[in-house]
């Protein structure tokens, strides 16, 4: 059974930077699975954020266009974690960040994961 477990969310105010770290255990070949975050804010549906590939795929990147040029996802193999560092945050970001494996190398929507995390919640105040 593959565990995920997020970490690093938190009250920032608005133009901060938070990193999200997600670490994965009980699977093997991480580094064969895409990897991303999901983020849901009350009211509403859980949405993509970030994605990034697998080695097979040399680890594509993937954003959603709210979040591009401000986030970065990317992924420790040796480590089995994930990262999504946020930058240049704004209120709109407020949401509880869900980390999520995919069920093959790809990853864009809910349908293509298999695991998710806990998730973290992130508070952007202005």
């Known amino acids: 059974q593959v565990q995920l477990v997020e970490s690093g969310g938190g009250l920032v105010q608005a133009g901060d930077s938070l990193r999200l770290s997600c670490a994965a255990s009980?699977?093997?070949?991480?580094?064969?699975?895409?990897m991303g975050w999901f983020r849901q804010a009350p009211g509403k549906e859980r949405e993509f954020v970030a994605a990034?590939?697998?080695?097979?795929?040399?680890?594509?990147?993937y954003y959603a266009d709210s979040v591009k040029g401000r986030f970065t996802i990317s992924r420790d193999n040796a480590k089995n974690t994930v990262y999504l560092q946020m930058n240049t945050l704004n209120t709109e970001d407020t949401a509880v960040y869900y980390c999520a494996r995919g069920r093959t190398d790809m990853l864009r929507t809910k349908s293509d994961v298999d695991y998710w995390g806990q998730g973290t919640q992130v508070t952007v105040s202005s």
């Open positions: 009980g699977g093997t070949f991480f580094s064969t699975y895409a």
């Open positions: 990034i590939s697998g080695r097979w795929s040399g680890g594509s990147t």
